[in-house]
């Protein structure tokens, strides 16, 4: 029997609340002393959860070949892509301070339902907590945090929109609610997203394509690069 066989074996016999959400590998795109710069596979968790069906992620997965990595930034169970990942506590501190500053440049692609009229532009509305319906987020102007994002359409097919999507800040669900502000959600969110929108697709089409930081060591720029893992 195969080693992926086995791996699927295994997993049957596993109670359900030990499976993990993603059997899908993590994989290392870059990898120096300071940091590795990981893709991270749909429907896994980027931090451990308190529940005992959430305790696999990215980070405890990563902690048996580095045991001293930490989290410097998320990405959301049900998005995959590209995150940095520090290996030790002067690399977090200065990645940190980059997120702070704003120098880490993101970028990610994502579908959308329907065909957005505008080839580029941004949308500025401020994000607060919907605590009645947590972990949601919503639009309010009264007590919301500053949020940015600028966004190009890449194609049109059919009632979808294939755009690249650049977030000047880091709001919990930014783009999902920008783009629903729009009126043209990201398909398959299973928070924001219309009946229709969210049948269209069986995972949410966003993925975080490319990110830019300098090394903690050196200063020099590095750029990593994952290419989306759906189609328009």
């Known amino acids: 029997m195969s080693q ?11 109670p359900p609340y030990l499976v993990p959400h993603s059997q899908e590998d993590t ?43 930490q989290a410097v930034h998320r990405l959301d169970l049900d998005t995959s892509g590209i995150m940095v990942v520090p290996k030790h506590r002067v690399s977090l501190s200065e990645i940190a301070r980059q997120f702070q500053r704003r120098e880490v440049e993101k970028e990610y692609t994502a579908i959308l339902w329907g065909e957005l009229s505008d080839d580029h532009g941004s949308v500025e509305l401020p994000i607060a907590t919907d605590w009645p319906n947590r972990p949601k987020q919503m639009i309010c102007h ?41 009126g043209h959600p990201i398909i398959g969110c299973d928070m924001y997203a219309h009946p229709s929108a969210l049948a269209a697709s ?16 050196t200063g020099n720029w590095i750029s ?5 893992p759906f189609e328009l």
């Open 142 to 182: 009264e007590r919301g945090k500053h949020a940015l994002t600028h966004f190009c359409v890449l194609a049109r097919a059919s009632n979808r929109t294939l755009v690249r999507l650049k977030p000047v800040t880091g709001r919990s669900h930014q783009l999902r609610i920008h783009m629903q502000s729009l």
């Open 27 to 69: 994989r290392v795109v870059y990898d120096d002393s300071d940091l590795l710069i990981i893709d991270k596979p749909h429907h896994l968790l980027s931090v451990p959860g308190r529940h005992p069906l959430n305790h696999d992620s990215l980070i405890k997965r990563l902690q048996g070949r580095f045991p001293d990595v």
């Open 224 to 228: 990593a690069f994952s290419p989306i």
């Open 4 to 14: 992926s066989a086995d791996l699927s074996a295994a997993i049957d016999e596993l």
């Open 202 to 217: 069986e995972r949410l089409l966003l993925h975080a394509t490319r990110l830019t930081l300098r090394s903690p060591t």
